[in-house]
Every structure is written in structure tokens, then in C-alpha cells.
């Protein structure tokens, strides 16, 4: 037990977020500091999604939701027709070229290692937000990423904050 209080006291801010609504957790507690952008940028464009597998980024109305004007996705533009409307989806074929990337590889169909990587292209320049890794959880951690990838499916916490934070010029919802 001594040690658990322990464990608690030097969480990461996203682990004691999560914590607080926890009665135990199986496994270690993360203590590894959340991930955040080493750089800001702007987005002046649609932001394409290159994901693999079973990722929670590959359906462009998560982004839509956290404000992004343009989602592209295999060559497709997805945009709201009424902003005001979460619900008022809709697409085109994509036009011109998109200059901001969220890429995203996994492996193990999304349940091993996880790298993500937002930037921004200037001509042949790439201005990198981040470039983050989760390491495949260890065995008896219950796919609990360390440090945090999502505590929340509904909120997409802390991954979502990272994503946004990135953008100088990006008008989130607060969701």
C-alpha cells in the first residue's frame, strides 16, 4: 500500500488526471511527463491524416469536432457546410495540396507502438510540431500508454490537447 501512495505522488499530470477516478490501477503508475509540441505552427490549409490501423485519428470528424476547418484523408476534403452544426459533414475531392500532416504509425493493429508526427511543410521544409513515440505497454498494464495516450475515448484526452496546442492559429472548441 506504502508504495501505491508513493507511485500516486509522482505521477504525470495526464496519470493523475486519470487516477482521480480510479479505485486501483493494474500496474505502474506513469511518471513519465505528458507530451508536448516542441514547436507551434500554422495552419493556412486542410490538415491531412495518414494513419494506420485501428487509430482513433482515422476518422476525419474527430478532427472536424476540435475545430479544423479541412480534414483531408485519401484524397478527400471533409469540412462542416454549417459550422455551428457538429453533424453537417461533408466532402469533396481534395484541390490543391495540403501543407500540414498528421501522420500516425502503429503496429499490432494500433495496440503496440504508437508514433504520431505533425508537420507543417514550407517548400521543401518541414517544420516539425512533434514527433511522439508511446512505447508498447508493458505486460499486466492493460494497454495503459506511458506516457498517457488517451484517458478518455470520449474526449480523446491528453492526444487532443496535444494536437491543438500545436496550431498558433487554430480556433478549438473547448470539448
Same mark, same amino acid.
Given at each position: 500500500?506504502?508504495?501505491?501512495?508513493?507511485?500516486?505522488?509522482?505521477?504525470?499530470?495526464?496519470?493523475?488526471?486519470?487516477?482521480?477516478?480510479?479505485?486501483?490501477?493494474?500496474?505502474?503508475? =506513469?511518471?513519465?511527463?505528458?507530451?508536448?509540441?516542441?514547436?507551434?505552427?500554422?495552419?493556412?490549409?486542410?490538415?491531412?491524416?495518414?494513419?494506420?490501423? *485501428?487509430?482513433?485519428?482515422?476518422?476525419?470528424?474527430?478532427?472536424?469536432?476540435?475545430?479544423?476547418?479541412?480534414?483531408?484523408? *485519401?484524397?478527400?476534403?471533409?469540412?462542416?457546410?454549417?459550422?455551428?452544426?457538429?453533424?453537417?459533414?461533408?466532402?469533396?475531392?481534395?484541390?490543391?495540396?495540403?501543407?500540414?500532416?498528421?501522420?500516425?504509425?502503429?503496429?499490432? *493493429?494500433?495496440?503496440?507502438?504508437?508514433?504520431?508526427?505533425?508537420?507543417?511543410?514550407?517548400?521543401?521544409?518541414?517544420?516539425?510540431?512533434?514527433?511522439?513515440?508511446?512505447?508498447?505497454?508493458?505486460?499486466?498494464?492493460?494497454?495503459?500508454? =506511458?506516457?498517457?495516450?488517451?484517458?478518455?475515448?470520449?474526449?480523446?484526452?491528453?492526444?487532443?490537447?496535444?494536437?491543438?496546442?500545436?496550431?498558433?492559429?487554430?480556433?478549438?472548441?473547448?470539448?
Amino acid at each position: 500500500m506504502g508504495y501505491g501512495i508513493y507511485d500516486h505522488k509522482h505521477a504525470s499530470i495526464a496519470e493523475d488526471r486519470y487516477l482521480k477516478n480510479a479505485i486501483f490501477k493494474f500496474g505502474s503508475v =506513469c511518471e513519465i511527463p505528458d507530451i508536448k509540441p516542441t514547436q507551434r505552427i500554422e495552419l493556412d490549409g486542410p490538415i491531412e491524416i495518414l494513419v494506420e490501423h *485501428n487509430s482513433p485519428l482515422k476518422d476525419p470528424n474527430i478532427l472536424l469536432n476540435w475545430g479544423f476547418p479541412i480534414v483531408r484523408q *485519401n484524397g478527400v476534403d471533409y469540412y462542416l457546410a454549417n459550422p455551428k452544426d457538429r453533424h453537417s459533414i461533408t466532402n469533396k475531392p481534395a484541390m490543391g495540396s495540403s501543407t500540414v500532416e498528421l501522420t500516425e504509425v502503429s503496429e499490432k *493493429n494500433g495496440y503496440g507502438n504508437i508514433n504520431i508526427k505533425l508537420a507543417k511543410r514550407i517548400g521543401g521544409k518541414e517544420i516539425i510540431a512533434f514527433d511522439a513515440h508511446w512505447p508498447e505497454p508493458q505486460r499486466g498494464n492493460f494497454y495503459f500508454y =506511458c506516457p498517457r495516450y488517451i484517458d478518455n475515448h470520449e474526449t480523446m484526452e491528453p492526444l487532443r490537447s496535444l494536437i491543438v496546442s500545436s496550431f498558433n492559429n487554430l480556433n478549438a472548441d473547448s470539448k
